[in-house]
DNA sequence: AGTGCAGTTGACTTT
DNA sequence: TAAAGTCAACTGCAC
């Protein structure tokens, strides 16, 4: 293409400026236009939500201003994807299209394909770059974790001096709102806003103030909405990238932030593309477990009732509502009591995770397909290569809410309840539950299942399943393809001939996250 | 002071 | 990253 080509620059999950490869591209061949398209299939999309598009379009009116002040301009369009570039082509007749690799779901893998047939029908060079740790076209997971610490270390792109705006002048819209595209909001008390500016500041604000004890706090529901980072929604819709947060962080690591809380966070942004990554080499765990073996496990796994109560957070175990009603309220909670959730509905309740999972979707502000599609398998039980998770629920309320205080909070119905019964409540003598005004059944739902059966009768279905030859072999081809290389017996490994005991030198580690 | 017992704690195994 | 079960060591206490 010749030099000063009108260039496009089509933003997805990647809005921000700073450390952004395809402007960095476009903007050395010439006149720049900015676009953002909005897209029926997304707004329709049962795993899209108000909370989301709040999200990206505070993100974009931050980004209309960072790219003014560029001297460029920002071109939002409705309409479908090929729609929309070839009326675009027309007006602007640009050379090329640049953007970054997206993993996601199959109407985004089914859209790209049409721009890619588009693209070549229109004469137009389409360059995609690898956005974070995912690597697209993997084989297998020799050497990935290199790939990740290369493209972790590799110097921030800074953000071009200048835009040069193509014409005709990009015409300034009005950004949609949630209700111009009939998406609600209701309930929500969401306290993060979209954008570069703002994740960054969250950023700074985890660095210098609130993550030094991040590894201590971030299983607590109490401590973790200030002592996690917080951001995951900078991450998911790209206002701050991958590379921007590792290199912050592990410059502050033992000064501004202690080592050992540096190190954790570090894992985690690591494991965050490890898990991206499998929706990247298999979509179709979009759609099927893992190990296919378990596609049918909860075939009849769809009870209305007990969708509903969950949804509705009247399930009777007082920590378990209280983690939905905060999650429902805020769009975010803390990993271990996601797990704990995503355990409940699928153990104690046995609904089937294709029924929840859009559900759930909508409701984390930081919904990022690969890793919410991966985790709900995981936690569910579906790879076929990890011990089953099930998550007590009055332990997990004992260990990280010993006093109450969060489930006071999120389930008023329980106010009054001493510490002694704040976990079980179904346990208070009669005489209790009048003087305490709450009375279990009326005030407050007893438990719509019991705990110990619950997970009997889980545990045995699932006894059954591994009988099955089918099921055997299928977990094997799950562990050949997601599988770490890393101590696995016959390749090395580095730890000399001892076989240590360490969960990272389990196969099972490949599908183990630590909150 | 020594013994028996109940209950607790921690390490380790199994599911 | 889970939870439950087993076993041994230990603690506090009564006698």
Not at 32 to 53: K, N, Q, S, T
Not at 255 to 265: F, G
Not at 418 to 430: A, G, R, Y
Not at 452 to 471: C, S
């Amino acid at each position: 293409m010749s030099k000063d080509s009108v260039q496009c620059v089509w933003l997805k999950r990647d809005l921000r400026v700073l450390d952004h490869r395809p402007l960095v591209e476009a903007a050395a061949r010439g006149p720049v236009v900015l676009l953002y398209i909005v897209e029926p299939e997304m707004i329709e999309a049962p795993d899209f939500d108000g909370i989301h598009w709040q999200f990206i379009r505070q993100s974009l009116v931050d980004l209309q201003a960072s790219v003014r002040e560029l001297g460029g301009a920002l071109c939002i369009r409705r309409g479908e994807a090929t729609a929309v570039l070839d009326t675009l082509h027309i007006e602007y007749d640009f050379a090329g299209l640049w953007s970054h690799e997206e993993t996601g779901n199959a109407w985004t893998f089914a859209r790209d394909k049409r721009v890619a047939r588009w693209a070549s029908g229109a004469g137009v060079t389409w360059q995609e770059f690898a956005h974070n740790g995912v690597v697209r076209g993997l084989r297998d997971r020799d050497g990935w974790a290199r790939v990740w610490e290369t493209r972790m270390a590799e110097p921030l792109l800074v953000v071009p001096e200048s835009l040069s705006s193509p014409t005709p002048a990009v015409a300034d819209i009005e950004i949609p709102t949630c209700a111009a595209l009939g998406l609600t909001l209701e309930g929500r008390a969401l306290d993060l806003t979209g954008g570069e500016g703002e994740g960054l500041r969250v950023l700074q604000s985890f660095i210098d103030e609130r993550g030094k004890r991040y590894h201590r706090e971030m299983s607590s529901p109490n401590q973790a909405y200030k002592s996690c980072s917080r951001l995951s929604p900078y991450l998911a819709w790209g206002c701050v990238s991958m590379r921007t947060a590792y290199q912050a962080i592990a410059t502050a690591a033992g000064t501004r932030m202690p080592k050992i809380a540096a190190r954790a966070v570090i894992a985690r942004l690591h494991w965050h593309c490890h898990f991206m990554q499998k929706l990247e080499s298999e979509p179709a765990i979009e759609f099927h477990a893992f190990n296919r073996a378990c596609d049918t496990l909860r075939a009849q796994g769809h009870d209305a009732a007990k969708l509903e109560a969950w949804q509705e957070a009247r399930t009777g175990y007082p920590f378990v509502d209280a983690c939905l009603r905060a999650l429902k309220a805020r769009g975010w909670i803390n990993f271990r009591m996601r797990a704990m959730l995503v355990s409940f509905a699928s153990y104690h309740l046995w609904l089937d995770w294709r029924c929840f999972k859009d559900w759930l979707a909508c409701q984390f502000i930081d919904y990022e397909p690969g890793i919410h599609l991966s985790q709900i398998q995981m936690q569910s039980g579906l790879t076929g290569i990890n011990t089953l998770r099930i998550y007590n629920p009055i332990k997990q309320g004992t260990d990280h809410d010993p006093d109450g205080k969060f489930i006071r909070t999120w389930v008023p119905e329980l106010k009054e309840v001493s510490n002694d019964f704040i976990h079980d409540p179904w346990m208070m003598p009669d005489l209790i539950q009048i003087e305490t005004g709450c009375q279990l059944g009326v005030d407050y739902p007893l438990p719509i299942v019991e705990h110990r059966e619950a997970v009997r009768f889980a545990r045995a279905r699932f006894t059954e399943l591994r009988q099955l030859p089918e099921y055997r072999e299928a977990s094997r081809a799950v562990l050949q393809r997601h599988g770490s290389r890393k101590g696995r017996s016959g390749r090395g490994g580095g730890r000399g001939t001892k076989r240590s005991k360490q969960a990272d030198d389990s196969p099972q580690g490949e599908f183990n996250f630590t909150a």
